[in-house]
Structures are given as structure tokens and as C-alpha cells.
């Protein structure tokens, strides 16, 4: 039934915010959205947070862009699509041409559909002939791709959101989970309340959580693999393993073994503050709960040494086996809505969709002939946090940055200023100019989730339907059509009628999407692995066997940050997320009602540091590192502990991540966002 003017229409679909992935009903008349409501099914049975039901108003902002624009002087110049898809075919096609395929590069997005990336990814690889192709999962979670594929063979959440309510204990940390993931939440504290589940919050700031929990550890920020560490030792010491476990699925377990000896309660204290029984006690906690489900995010991930954290996290649940069973495992919390799709569609520069290695002759082989097409490069391309930096010495001189704001998301953006201004064409698609489009030589207008059809991958692996439903503003387009018709300016032909041909394609290269249909994901989507088309998916990953048949524990010793406090910057700087706001804010802040909650950056401070600097709360103050310097808002808080401050990284202004460390964790090639050295200084005239 097609609604007729002045009625409502009701659209099934999926948020478009967090991982979480609730579903969503959609209320339209006149083509409008007009509310949201939460839909009564997985994973959100009916929940939504404020930003889900209410952070709508940017679907028909006045700031959309609705036209191509390619930049003239000191601004933009409308034009067609032709146009402007001239302009950047030809571009790409000479760079190509006189200086090689990898000297460009292009950044995909969790904000847009499986769909758009199989095809962002297929275009680079296909067409630019570069696997110069990375997205913000670089910044939030690669650590956990890297930690627990070497860890299980497979790097995502091990257990559905739902099965949280099965854990006796539920381990969190590095999660403000209430504020980021906020309707997961409610599952920990619905487990808590009512199934008496015993709660360990792991966590520097004193975060909702820890409310509902009966135990807190504090650690100084960057000593995760520390107290991982200490906890096993203890387990370990007190014997409350799982020997049957690790004899019958695990190897390297005396590597592991050895490797614990040195981290004793007291030497853990010396490291991390905790004191000697808290741990213990944690530890003993853990290791009754038969089942533990360990959940964590970017307090984990977002470190120089975030892919050992995640390695240790995987240890710490084989060591008493938590894996593979209802209520326990591994689970990492994705931050975007298809951020783990994303990743899944091959949006990373050394795998194709499917995590199939670009480096393996058989792999590539088999693309080419899925691709038809012939030289797939063999070469892995530049993470993200390569290919910026690499545009300041000319050895990347075009990116395409599809739905991603690094002006500010990505650390040291004083100097990822100087590097975007530095390439010889940037072209930006987005739906709103960004701070990183205000830099584009060309700017392509996209469309939003309520726009298109497609499938987002949630947190828990559950593949989910998007609808269209509202037309998109002005000339906007899709992204996958989009970046078909550049695939056809540059003389290749990439065309579908539409996203189900698409996801068919995906089924057809990718194992774990093997058995997806649109057909299939209707009412309630499916998890991966889903290999036939029979197959129901898998919840709970491990169950049988780890991925590569057995789980692998690595020996990881602790290493210090990147940058320690010293007398110059005492205190350290951690950022993070708020409820009301959601990451660079491009969408959250076009609603009136979150901004006037949450309206700009702050700076969160015990009262002790706020008296020592002779600050009061709601002053402005200065907050420098060796990168920058920002003025924001002191707010006094009695979640910050005593020499850290807090900033939330969602605002342009006073953005958090002109002071953060730039310094990577080897393996992930994650930058270390958590933790760098800072100074506080009173601007009070005195
Ligand atoms: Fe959207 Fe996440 Fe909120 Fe659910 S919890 S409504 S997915 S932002």
C-alpha cells in the first residue's frame, strides 16, 4: 500500500547511530519523518535511546548538501554531476596513469551500508587498482581485529547482545557503556537486578556502571595488560582454571604460564594503583562465574599497546574456558552502526570482504575471476593512519573520504590539516559539509540511512535491513551509485539495479555471508557465519572449535604508553563519548534539543586538580599537549580521579583531538586516543 498524501506510513528499519543496531519504526507523512519509535523485536525489543528516537532532525536539515560542488577560490561552485565526476575520473585516471595507483587512496565509512562498501572497496580495488583502503575502525576497534583473530581466528564479539542476560559475572572495561551503547546496557543492568549477575566495572572514571557493580578497579590509564595479567596470575596461583579447556582447545598455554609469573598482586599495585586484594578478590570473582562474559571498547582498543590488551582479554577468558558457551566469551562493543560490516565488506587495506588475505595468489586469483578483472595488487595498502600522514610528503596525493570527518576524529589534527591541505585532489561525499569537506576540492552529496535500502552489521554480528524511506534531498545520490557512475567515467563498468543484486554479489565472494538473502534478514537479520543458505547463523561463535581449530594464548608483557606524564604536562588527557552526542556530531547536532543538552566541549576534572590549578567549575581554562593547545569549560566531576582529565571527542571547537598522541599501536596501526600528557593553565585575569 503506497500512502497518499497526508497519510502515515510506518518504515521498518535500522538506527543508524551506534552498533547497538536497535530497529526502528520510522513514522512518515508527506515524506517527512515525523518519529521514530522503537520496533518490539531483537535486538532492542522495542528500547531506543535519545539519540535513536529522538536525533532525527538532520535527515531534513536545511545544511544537507544537495548539490555537487566543486571548490573555486575561496569557495564552491555548484555543478552537475557530470561535472564534478569528470573532474575527479580524469583526475584520478592521470595520477594513476603518471604516478602510480598507490598514491591514491580512499576512505570508506561505518556510517554507510554493506552494500556501499563492498562496492567502495571493489572500486579502489577494481578501478584505482590500489588496496589503499581503510575506515575509522582503524581508530576504534583494529586492535580488536588484530587481538582476537590471532587470538581465535576471528576478530568480533563472540556473543550476542541478549545472551549478556545469561552471565553470572559480567566483566566491563574500558566501556562507559550506559553512554555509548546505551540500550546494551540496560541488558547488564537487567542482568544485575534481576539474575543477580555480579558486576566488575574496570574503569579509571567513575562511570555509571560503577553504580550497579560489586566491584571497582581503578587503573591508572594504558596499565590494561598489567592488571589482565595480575588477575590470570592469581587464577593461575589459587588454581581456578579450567585445565580441561585449555588441554582440549587451546595452545601455548605454558607460554602464557611462564610469562605470568612476574605479575604478583604487589607488582600489579606498583604498576596500576589497584590494590592487592581488590584484585584478588576480581580475580576470584572471575573465575566463579561459570559463565563470565568479558565486555569492553575503546578504553581497551585505543592504545600503542591495544592490540596486546585485547590478546590479554582473550587469554584471561581461555584461561578459565568462557568460550564458545552461552553468557560468556569475548565481546568487544563496535561503536558505529556498521562499523563491523564495514570490515566485513574488506573496507581494510590488506583484506578482501571476508578477511581473505590480498597478499595470498589464490585468494587474489579468485577475486579476479569473481571481479573479472585482471592484477589485483598484491601489495597491502595504507591504513589510515598512514595514508594522512603520507599526503605531507607527496606520497599520497589524492584521497576520497567517503561519510569519515578526520578534522575531527583522527589525533594531532593541526598536523592532519596540513596533510589533507597538502593532496593535489581531496573529494569528500558526505551529507553534511564537514570540516573535512570545507578542505575538498570536490564535495558529492550523499545520502542518508532513511534515504536508501541496504544492510548495516550490528555489534553482535546480526546482518539487518535498512528501507528507504523519505526521498533524498536536492540531487543527493546514494553512495554505491555514486561511486558506480565514477567507476563508469573512468571507462569501467560497475552497475546494479539495485542493493539486493548487490548483497547478492556479497553472498557469492564473502564465506560468512554465503547464505544471505534480503529474503532472509526480513524480520529478525542473521548472524555471521551464515555459509549456506540453509544455515540458520551463529550467535555464539567458538562453540565447538576456535575458528582456526584451536584458541592460541600469547605471552604479552606490559609496556608503558606512548607518553608518560613529566613535569612539563602532569597530567593525563582520556576522551571519549557522551550520551547525547555521537562521535564528530555531524548528525547529533543538528538537533536542537541533544545540543542544548550537551552543547559543547569540557574538560572533566576531580575537584583536587580543579583546586590545585585555582579552578572552578565552569570555568574556561587552556589544555595543552606537545600537538596543541584548547580553551574549554572546567567541569568538576566525581567520575575523574585524581591527575586525568576527561574531554569528549565529538565537537570541532576545543576539539579533543588537536592535543591526542599520534603514536600507533604496531600490529593495528591504532593511534593511541586513550591516554597523552597534558598541562592545565589558568586563564583567569588574575
Ligand atoms: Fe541507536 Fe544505539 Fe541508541 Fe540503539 S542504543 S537507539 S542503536 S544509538
Not at 68 to 73: D, G, M, S, T
Not at 526 to 545: F, V
Not at 606 to 612: G, L, P, R
Request: aromatic share 6%; glycine share 8%; charged share 20%.
Amino acid at each position: 500500500h503506497k500512502p497518499r498524501y497526508g497519510e502515515t506510513e510506518k518504515v521498518r528499519t535500522t538506527c543508524s547511530y551506534c552498533g547497538v543496531g536497535c530497529q526502528m519504526h520510522l513514522h512518515i507523512k508527506d515524506n517527512r519523518v515525523q518519529r521514530i519509535t522503537g520496533a518490539d523485536t531483537a535486538p532492542n525489543n522495542g528500547s531506543l535511546c535519545v539519540k535513536g528516537r529522538f536525533g532525527y532532525d538532520f535527515i531534513h536539515s536545511e545544511e544537507r548538501l544537495t548539490h555537487p560542488l566543486i571548490r573555486e577560490k575561496d569557495g564552491f561552485r555548484k555543478v552537475s554531476w557530470d561535472e564534478a565526476l569528470k573532474k575527479i575520473a580524469d583526475h584520478f585516471t592521470k595520477i594513476k596513469l603518471q604516478d602510480g595507483p598507490d598514491k591514491m587512496g580512499v576512505l570508506v565509512s561505518a556510517r554507510m551500508t554493506n552494500e556501499d562498501n563492498y562496492i567502495a572497496q571493489k572500486f579502489a580495488r577494481t578501478v584505482l587498482k590500489t588496496n589503499n583502503i581503510d575506515h575509522c575502525a582503524r581508530l576504534c576497534h583494529a586492535s580488536t581485529v588484530a587481538g582476537l583473530a590471532a587470538s581465535f581466528g576471528s576478530g568480533a564479539m563472540t556473543n550476542p547482545i541478549a545472551d549478556i542476560e545469561n552471565a553470572r559475572v559480567i566483566l566491563v572495561t574500558g566501556s562507559n557503556t550506559t553512554e555509548t551503547h546505551p540500550v546494551l546496557s540496560g541488558f547488564i543492568k537487567r542482568a544485575v537486578k534481576f539474575n543477580k549477575a555480579r558486576l566488575i566495572v574496570i574503569d579509571p572514571r567513575q562511570i555509571t556502571l560503577t553504580r550497579f557493580a560489586e566491584k571497582w578497579l581503578r587503573p591508572e590509564p594504558g596499565t590494561n595488560v598489567a592488571w589482565i595479567n595480575g588477575l590470570m596470575h592469581v587464577i593461575l596461583k589459587e588454581n581456578l582454571h579450567d585445565p580441561d579447556f585449555i588441554r582440549q582447545r587451546t595452545i601455548d598455554f605454558d607460554k602464557l604460564k611462564k610469562s605470568l609469573e612476574p605479575y604478583t598482586p604487589e607488582y600489579v599495585a606498583s604498576l596500576t594503583g589497584i590494590k592487592e586484594k581488590a584484585l584478588i578478590e576480581t580475580a576470584r570473582i572471575y573465575a566463579a562465574g561459570a559463565p563470565s562474559s568479558i565486555i569492553y571498547c575503546m578504553g581497551i582498543t585505543q592504545h600503542s599497546s591495544g592490540t596486546d590488551n585485547v590478546k590479554a582479554l582473550a587469554n584471561l577468558a581461555m584461561l578459565c574456558g568462557y568460550m564458545g558457551i552461552e553468557g560468556g566469551g569475548v565481546n568487544p562493543l563496535r561503536g558505529q552502526n556498521n562499523v563491523q560490516g564495514a570490515c566485513d565488506m574488506g573496507g581494510l587495506p590488506n583484506v578482501y570482504p571476508g578477511y581473505k588475505p590480498v597478499t595470498d595468489p589464490v585468494v587474489r586469483a579468485d577475486m579476479e575471476k569473481a571481479w573479472q578483472v585482471a592484477d589485483l595488487s598484491p601489495i597491502p595498502g595504507m591504513t589510515v593512519t598512514e595514508m594522512i600522514p603520507a599526503a605531507a610528503e607527496k606520497k599520497i596525493k589524492s584521497l576520497y573520504i567517503i561519510g569519515e570527518n578526520p578534522m575531527v576524529s583522527d589525533p594531532d589534527i593541526g598536523h592532519v590539516k596540513k596533510c589533507l591541505k597538502n593532496l593535489d585532489l581531496l573529494v569528500v561525499q558526505d551529507i553534511f559539509m564537514t570540516e573535512t569537506g570545507k578542505l575538498a576540492h570536490v564535495v558529492l552529496p550523499a545520502t542518508c540511512f532513511a534515504e536508501k535500502n541496504g544492510t548495516f552489521t550490528n555489534t553482535e554480528r546480526r546482518i539487518q535491513r535498512i528501507r528507504k524511506a523519505v526521498s533524498p534531498p536536492g540531487n543527493a545520490l546514494g553512495d554505491w551509485q555514486i561511486i558506480c557512475r565514477l567507476a563508469g567515467q573512468m571507462g569501467m563498468g560497475m552497475s546494479y539495479k539495485n542493493s539486493r543484486e548487490i548483497m547478492d554479489e556479497i553472498a557469492s565472494v564473502t564465506p560468512s555471508y554465503a547464505g544471505v538473502t534480503y529474503e532472509r534478514l526480513e524480520e529478525k537479520g542473521i548472524h555471521w557465519p551464515c555459509p549456506q543458505k540453509d544455515h540458520p547463523g551463529t550467535p555464539i561463535l567458538h562453540q565447538e572449535t576456535f575458528t582456526n581449530g584451536k584458541g592460541v594464548f600469547h605471552a604479552i608483557e606490559f609496556r608503558v604508553p606512548a607518553e608518560e606524564t613529566c613535569p612539563e604536562y602532569p597530567l593525563i588527557l582520556t576522551t571519549g563519548r557522551l550520551l547525547y552526542q555521537y562521535h564528530t556530531g555531524t548528525m547529533t547536532m543538528k538537533t536542537a534539543g541533544l545540543n542544548e543538552i550537551a552543547p559543547e566541549s569540557h574538560i572533566e576534572i576531580s575537584s583536587e586538580d580543579a583546586q590545585n590549578a585555582g579552578l572552578r567549575d565552569g570555568e574556561i581554562a587552556e589544555l595543552s599537549s606537545r600537538r596543541g593547545m584548547v580553551t574549554a569549560r572546567i567541569s568538576i566531576s566525581p567520575k575523574a580521579v585524581n591527575g586525568t582529565v576527561f574531554m569528549p571527542f565529538h565537537y570541532a571547537r576545543a576539539a579533543a583531538n588537536v592535543l591526542t598522541n599520534t603514536a600507533l599501536d604496531p600490529v593495528a596501526k591504532i593511534p593511541e586516543l586513550k591516554v597523552c600528557a597534558v598541562k592545565l593553565r589558568n586563564i583567569k585575569p588574575s
